[in-house]
């Protein structure tokens, strides 16, 4: 069973930074696409940052310059570096991993994390 372990949540203030983990099961990691999602109260899941098997990355407008994805296949780890943290980047943020397209449209077969709660404090 392929599972996906996300930490590294938690409060901080305005401006402060947070290292979110995404442990993956097994040796399907290396081999698949990520993406770091979030997902506020009342509002749709959104895409934070995706990277390719290979280390290609892309960011959504809202986290450019801020937020940096990175994994580390020895060890089946993913990463999401976020600094300079707002407020509205109030969310659960998940993981998941799986093909490039389906990582960047959120649909078709994906394995998700449960999810870690980032709280930015004004």
């Known amino acids: 069973q392929v599972q996906l372990v996300e930490s590294g949540g938690g409060l901080v203030q305005a401006g402060g930074s947070l290292r979110l983990s995404c442990a993956a099961s097994?040796?399907?990691?290396?081999?698949?696409?990520m993406g770091w999602y979030r997902q506020a109260p009342g509002k749709q899941r959104e895409l934070v940052a995706s990277?390719?098997?290979?280390?290609?990355?892309k960011y959504a407008d809202f986290v450019k310059g801020r937020f940096t994805i990175s994994r580390d296949n020895a060890k089946n780890t993913g990463y999401l570096q976020m600094d300079s943290l707002k407020p509205e980047d109030t969310a659960v943020y998940y993981c998941?991993?799986?093909?490039?397209?389906?990582?960047?449209?959120?649909?078709?077969?994906?394995?998700w994390g449960q999810g870690t709660q980032v709280t930015v404090s004004s």
């Open positions: 990277i390719t098997s290979g280390g290609r990355t």
């Open positions: 998941a991993t799986g093909g490039y397209l389906e990582i960047l449209i959120m649909r078709g077969r994906m394995t």
């Open positions: 097994g040796n399907f990691f290396r081999d698949n696409a």
